[in-house]
């Protein structure tokens, strides 16, 4: 195994980030405490997704004195996990293939005794595939009972089945060959989604079929043992991408499961997005995370407060919101949340009395990059840490006294390197590089996608790689992304491909002067995906003479021809022009020429970097037309090398095994070749 293999095996090993982390409680009394860790990681080796649950054992009271069980490791991952209330169990979703079929299987684990009931969901015939996303992702989510003995979770609706001509009476089913209006890319399978419940004593399912099916159910909670909240979302003549996508139209409802009575606690605000909803303590009240419907398609969220019984609704406050904990109450009227400030991710209190939002006060000194508020237990928080360069470790912040206990083993991967942050208002840039600056490195410019999402200082494999294979990278957050203020955000609509690239140029010029930087300003290139793709291509159209490589994965190249082509084509519009997307609208001549205008391909002729192409053959987000398309163009132009690379089974992330593997070697070696650089 050459050295670039052996360093993304290890890097996307460690690359694992907690999807749930708890504290559960004293672990045989005394002053241990027991938290349990959920993370995931792509084994390229194995060709699989892996989860792993870890068990650390805690002393509270001493400074640093932990034990760790490695408790279970999935051959496959998990598609979800969930805690009860009082943190006592947690329930799994998984899918295994049974005499060739997916089959979802619902899980109870106990934290101290393991598996106490297996529920194959798939069996009972009473719905579709079940929908398990994270969140602010969509469709999906779970919740467990507060007696422990029901799961709520999402599934698809039961569609009759498929006939086709002479095999099958036409009565027997649907033409097979009907086509579904799905909720975009890597939701094809959902078309109209149910709210079902798992009982795990009776070993039964339900499915909450009084809820109106016109429309599609996500995030439900139990209220209590008789009520569910879920977010229903509104269906529109056709339905748009919903992943990345928080501007649908949502509405939040809550229902009796016995009367079967269901109420519309959001109707105060009308036309709005829900992302997220929870119940306070006491139950008579629901935090929601509420923001504009269309226009960007990450936005500030809007924290409300929805009297369970008035449905009268407030807004507490308005931030740029990272996660919501699974169990966010710290006491009674506060709650925490994690909120983007520039590149980081920082704890943030919210008391509902007053209205305020406070951030956790600690001393930063020993602690880099971003910390996230994952639980708490008896006035003591468990926290992650991490940064750009460094795995994440878990920590148990004790909020009286300040103070931080390390609660994970060594960090898993840490660099010594180079950093240096630029921090502005409305955006910022990131000089991270080997520590050894005494000789010229290869500069690489990473530039994210979205547009309005960020590069996070926290574990980032495509940094973690690069640097580890000696190139000094720029990472830009451009004036449009999120964690920076409203006006920023809002100011990149009606100016991509231009204050966008302005920006991640301007970072360059930046870091190639940088003196304490040692960059070789003849040795550049460019990489990014979605977005981050449009961007590198505009960069190589603008500034022909300064990127010897790019390579990108599933590009915008051509705004107008990918309008009618993608999952969200409110987004074509709202980026070029601001415009409020509507069902009826027809494309005219004078929006194909701005998207042309602001597009890559109006600049294609001047093109003479050797361009490297990812494209996922099932992605609906950016159709491969796109990179098709652009790849046809510099071909047939002659300047500039170009070559293609397509995955058949893989969507807009392209975040399958082989195809994860393949994107960072190819474009490993792509460098290497064209910044005449020996591979190592």
Request: with cysteine; glycine share 6%; charged share 20%.
């Amino acid at each position: 195994m050459r050295t670039a293999e052996k360093v993304l095996v290890f890097t996307l090993r460690n690359a694992g980030v907690a999807s749930t982390a708890k504290i559960c409680g004293d672990s045989n009394g005394g002053g241990n405490m027991r938290v349990l860790s959920f993370s995931s990681y792509v084994d390229v080796i194995r060709d699989q997704n892996r989860s792993c649950v870890e068990t650390y054992t805690v002393d509270s009271n001493s400074e640093n004195n932990c034990l760790r069980y490695v408790a279970r490791v999935a051959k496959e991952s998990n598609k979800a996990e969930v805690f009860s209330p009082d943190k006592k169990v947690y329930a799994t979703h998984s899918v295994t293939e049974l005499s060739g079929e997916k089959t979802d299987f619902v899980e109870l684990w106990s934290v101290d005794e393991g598996c106490l009931e297996a529920i194959n969901v798939s069996k009972q015939k009473k719905h579709g595939k079940v929908i398990s996303g994270g969140q602010f992702s969509g469709l999906g989510g779970s919740s467990i009972s507060n007696d422990n003995s029901k799961l709520v979770y999402i599934a698809e609706m039961k569609h009759p089945e498929k006939h086709t001509y002479f095999l099958k009476e036409p009565d027997d089913g649907v033409n097979e060959f009907l086509t579904r209006d799905t909720w975009g890319d890597q939701l094809t399978e959902a078309t109209t989604t149910q709210v079902c419940v798992a009982d795990f004593e009776s070993q039964t399912v339900s499915v909450l079929d009084h809820l109106s099916d016109s429309y599609s159910y996500t995030s439900p909670v139990w209220l209590s043992e008789d009520r569910v909240a879920v977010i229903g979302y509104v269906a529109k003549p056709f339905k748009l991408g919903l992943l990345y996508c928080n501007n649908r139209e949502t509405k939040v409802f809550v229902t009796s499961l016995t009367s079967k009575e269901v109420w519309e606690v959001s109707k105060m605000f009308q036309n709005k997005c829900f992302s997220y909803v929870f119940p306070s303590v006491d139950g008579k009240y629901l935090i929601a995370l509420m923001n504009d419907t269309f226009g960007a398609h990450m936005q500030l969220k809007a924290i409300i407060k929805i009297d369970l019984t008035t449905f009268e609704g407030e807004i507490l406050e308005t931030l740029s919101l990272e996660s919501v904990p699974s169990h966010p109450w710290i006491t009674d009227d506060t709650f925490c949340v994690n909120v983007f400030q520039g590149a980081l991710i920082k704890p943030m209190f919210i008391n509902v009395s007053t209205k305020s939002a406070t951030p956790l006060s600690y001393s930063i000194s020993k602690l880099n990059g971003s910390l996230k508020f994952l639980d708490c237990h008896k006035g003591l928080i468990l926290v992650a840490n991490s940064s750009f360069v460094t795995s994440e470790r878990l920590m148990i912040f004790k909020k009286d006294e300040e103070s931080f206990i390390d609660c994970s083993l060594p960090r898993k991967m840490s660099i010594d390197c180079f950093f240096k942050a630029t921090e502005f208002p409305d955006w910022g840039y990131y000089f991270i590089g080997p520590k050894d600056q005494s000789y010229k490195h290869p500069c690489l410019l990473f530039v994210h996608g979205g547009p309005h999402v960020l590069s996070v200082n926290y574990f980032d494999k495509v940094v973690v790689f690069f640097v580890q294979m000696d190139f000094n990278m720029v990472v830009v957050n451009y004036r449009g992304s999120l964690g920076y203020t409203n006006e920023s955000l809002q100011s990149l609509p009606g100016n991509v491909g231009s204050s966008d690239v302005e920006d991640c140029f301007s970072a360059l010029q930046q870091g190639l002067s940088c003196r304490e930087w040692n960059c070789d300003t003849s040795r550049v290139a460019v990489l990014g995906g979605s977005h981050g793709g449009f961007l590198s291509l505009h960069l190589i159209g603008q500034y022909p003479d300064t990127f010897k490589a790019c390579s990108v994965r599933n590009p915008v190249t051509n705004i107008g021809s990918m309008m009618a082509q993608s999952d969200i084509p409110d987004w074509a519009l709202f980026e070029c022009t601001t415009g409020v997307f509507q069902f009826d609208q027809l494309s005219d001549p004078d929006f194909y020429d701005k998207a042309w205008k602001m597009s890559p391909i109006s600049h294609v002729r001047k093109v003479n970097t050797p361009t490297q192409i990812h494209l996922g053959v099932k992605d609906k987000r950016v159709p491969p037309s796109q990179g098709r398309e652009y790849h046809r163009a510099l071909k047939g132009i002659g300047k500039a090398e170009t070559v293609l690379f397509e995955y058949p089974e893989d969507c807009h992330p392209l975040s399958s095994p082989k195809a994860t593997a393949s994107v960072f070697l190819e474009s490993y070696q792509w460098f290497c070749k064209h910044l005449d650089i020996n591979p190592l």
